[in-house]
């Protein structure tokens, strides 16, 4: 059980483009998830926490407009990345925390590399 | 600004041989310290700690928390080579429990 999902797993796209990142609680619900950034050789850095239903909480230094993130549902969030440049470039990683389940458990999806060419 | 801070940075090693992570950590409201290894792609989970002085253990891997003097480490005993990963440290902390990554400790183990 606890598995999330993201997709696409991997996505090349050309600067100023947007591009959409899903990430999807399969067997439970989450009323939060978390996105990660995490550039080459680098520990993961905390971007957003989502919470269904109301807007994300993003950490300092990274921008709400072009990191735009929506938590529609208990199974669902997504992050849009807008007019992408190169150093957009990087691997995304969602986590997710269960509806009543153990609050210091949070479950990983297998992550988005991103490429802006 | 909380703060984890993991040594070493790398590690080379021979199979058999036992390595000891460590992780450091200031933060404010302190949940929980977890620790995770990665391959190529998201991390998998090792092991959760919140109480100190208790050992956790899952095969040839350990870890024990000190809340005292604020650090953990991970053991390792009789490596392989599939252990060779990036070992991250994270904190949880505050009401939204979000996780705080050290930099990770390259972990190569030769044949």
């Known amino acids: 059980g606890a598995v999330v999902s993201q997709h696409p797993s991997w996505v090349i796209c050309k600067s100023g483009t947007s591009v959409k990142i899903e990430c999807r609680s399969l067997d439970f619900q989450a009323t939060t998830m978390f996105w990660y950034r995490q550039f080459p050789k680098q520990s993961l850095m905390l971007m957003a926490t989502s919470n269904e239903g109301s807007k994300a909480t993003y950490e300092q230094g990274v921008e709400k407009d072009k990191f735009l993130i929506n938590h529609a549902s208990l199974t669902l969030s997504t992050l849009t990345v807008t007019s992408a440049h190169p150093e957009d470039s990087s691997f995304y990683i969602c986590?997710?925390?269960?509806?009543?389940?153990?609050?210091?458990?949070?479950?990983f999806g297998p992550g988005t590399r991103l490429t802006v060419t | 600004e909380d703060k984890v801070v993991q040594s070493p940075l790398s590690l080379v090693v021979h199979e058999g041989d036992t390595v000891t992570l460590n992780c450091s950590y200031e933060v404010t409201n302190f949940r929980s310290l977890l620790w995770y290894k990665q391959e190529k792609k998201a991390p998998t989970f090792l092991f959760m700690l919140?109480?100190?002085?208790i050992e956790k253990k899952s095969g040839r891997l350990s870890s024990i928390l000190d809340k005292k003097e604020l650090f953990s480490i991970l053991n390792i005993t009789a490596t392989q080579t599939g252990d060779s990963a990036v070992y991250l440290c994270a904190v949880q902390s505050g009401s939204a429990r979000q996780l705080t990554f050290g930099s990770g400790t390259q972990l190569t183990v030769l044949p």
């Open positions: 919140t109480s100190s002085g």
């Open positions: 986590s997710a925390r269960e509806v009543g389940g153990d609050p210091y458990e949070q479950y």
